[in-house]
């Protein structure tokens, strides 16, 4: 996704910024006054990006600016072009930065508890205007007996249930975060409430626990997205298990695990022992998520390019699910559940539409892993068109073992606009 001009009509197109990666999107820009430079704010697979300034005719790729490293959001110029103002956050909330143009040094404008997201200068320079506060995220469970809330404070997000269902996993947004999800991973009695936290010392981009609940591997936010291992009772510490970058990775039934990950921008489906031993790529496309394996082992749903397709886990020609539908949530990924998933049973498949924020049960016949559809299925808008689908009640679910047991966030926000003198 890049940044380009042209007249109202479309005419005169022209690229001011495209990033070099092919998971690199740059969704805002401002324009300096003077019409020559242009803030760019981007992100990648994984994270909000520091800002760029980029030249207006496009001759460059320009460079980053403001604070580093950090999540650029938003950002604005004074009246006058002199300075460059950001919203920016390099691990304790998002707070206004600002920077002398073209090249000075990144100063820090506004602190606190609550966090300052978009700026808009009033014409004489003196002040600005922002959005101040706060989001919180609580996690609740629907069973047949109910909803119950299982958080009550702060950012969790990205649950997932043991494999009776008896516990619930979860991140727990940490203040050093800096990507769209980086916590710290624990664990929830459903039974007793009881809760505690796993592997401490770790910040976690995305995390998956064994079918027999033993082990977790996980993507260390402080480790360049690397791979890593660890048991859940910490009997021993954990090991790195694969030095690429990756952005997800789960067990399948027989205890092998598959994970998205790669160097230099190339990213790949690919099969690794929990000993280290026996890496395979699966597939020869370029991929960017694993959404889920089905429960005999034998598919993986990922996103490949633009499209949804499940490969056979020991290769060959994948089946596609969905055309131009891939995503991973964005900066609302801890509480988007995966687009594709299979009940424990595989009697259902469930499919997540971000269009909606509904998950739609799609059912199976014995022995079938994806529904009859040759073309594909659509179901962003609303209910894939096959009989006996149920839509799950709540939003964002993110589904169970058990088809009537689910995990669903509870966002919040509450901001207030704040006008602030220039320093």
């Known amino acids: 996704m890049g940044?380009?001009?042209?007249?109202?009509?479309r005419s005169e197109e022209r690229t001011i910024y495209m990033p070099a990666s092919i998971d690199g999107m740059a969704h805002r820009s401002f324009l300096s006054p003077d019409r020559k430079s242009v803030i760019v704010v981007e992100m990648d697979i994984a994270n909000w990006l520091p800002c760029r300034l980029a030249p207006f005719d496009g001759s460059s790729a320009g460079r980053r600016v403001g604070p580093a490293p950090a999540q650029c959001t938003f950002a604005g110029w004074t009246p006058d072009g002199r300075w460059m103002y950001f919203s920016a956050d390099t691990g304790n909330g998002f707070h206004i930065w600002r920077q002398r143009f073209p090249d000075g040094a990144p100063e820090q404008v506004t602190s606190g508890a609550t966090e300052e997201q978009g700026i808009s200068f009033a014409p004489d320079?003196?002040?600005?205007?922002?959005?101040?506060?706060?989001?919180?995220?609580?996690?609740w469970t629907h069973d047949l007996k109910g909803e119950r809330q299982i958080t009550f404070e702060g950012y969790a997000y990205l649950p997932s249930f043991s494999a009776d269902a008896q516990r619930l996993y979860y991140l727990q947004r940490s203040s050093a975060n800096r990507g769209f999800v980086s916590g710290e991973l624990w664990t929830a009695d459903l039974q007793t409430g009881k809760k505690q936290r796993l592997l401490p010392d770790f910040l976690m981009e995305h995390y998956n626990v064994s079918p027999d609940g033993k082990r977790v591997i996980f993507i260390n936010a402080r480790d360049t997205r690397h791979l890593w291992i660890g048991t859940t009772d910490g009997s021993s510490?954990?090991?790195?298990?694969?030095?690429?970058e990756c952005t997800r990775a789960l067990f399948a039934p027989n205890g092998e695990i598959y994970f998205v990950g790669g160097?230099?921008?190339g990213m790949y489906l690919q099969r690794i022992g929990p000993d280290g031993a026996g890496l395979q790529k699966i597939a020869s496309e370029k991929a960017l998520f694993l959404y889920d394996i089905s429960p005999d082992g034998k598919w993986l749903a990922a996103w490949f390019g633009h499209d949804i397709k499940v490969y056979p886990s020991s290769g060959?020609?994948?089946?596609?699910?969905?055309?131009d539908c891939g995503s991973g949530g964005a900066e609302e990924r801890g509480v988007?559940?995966?687009?594709?998933?299979?009940?424990?049973?595989a009697r259902e498949l469930y499919l997540y539409s971000e269009g909606t924020h509904q998950t739609y049960a799609v059912p199976l016949k014995p022995g079938q892993a994806l529904p009859a559809a040759p073309s594909g299925i659509l179901w962003d808008s609303g209910p894939p068109?096959?009989?006996?689908?149920r839509v799950i009640p709540h939003e964002r679910a993110f589904?169970?073992?058990n088809p009537s047991v689910y995990a669903y966030p509870q966002m919040a926000a509450h901001r207030n606009i704040y006008r602030i003198l220039v320093p």
């Open 336 to 345: 988007t559940p995966p687009m594709v998933s299979w009940s424990h049973d």
């Open 385 to 389: 068109a096959i009989a006996g689908t």
């Open 316 to 323: 060959g020609v994948p089946t596609l699910l969905c055309a």
């Open 125 to 139: 320079g003196k002040s600005f205007v922002t959005s101040v506060g706060e989001r919180q995220s609580t996690l």
């Open 263 to 265: 160097e230099n921008g």
């Open 3 to 9: 940044i380009f001009t042209a007249t109202e009509s």
């Open 237 to 244: 510490p954990p090991r790195t298990l694969v030095n690429q």
């Open 399 to 401: 589904m169970s073992g």
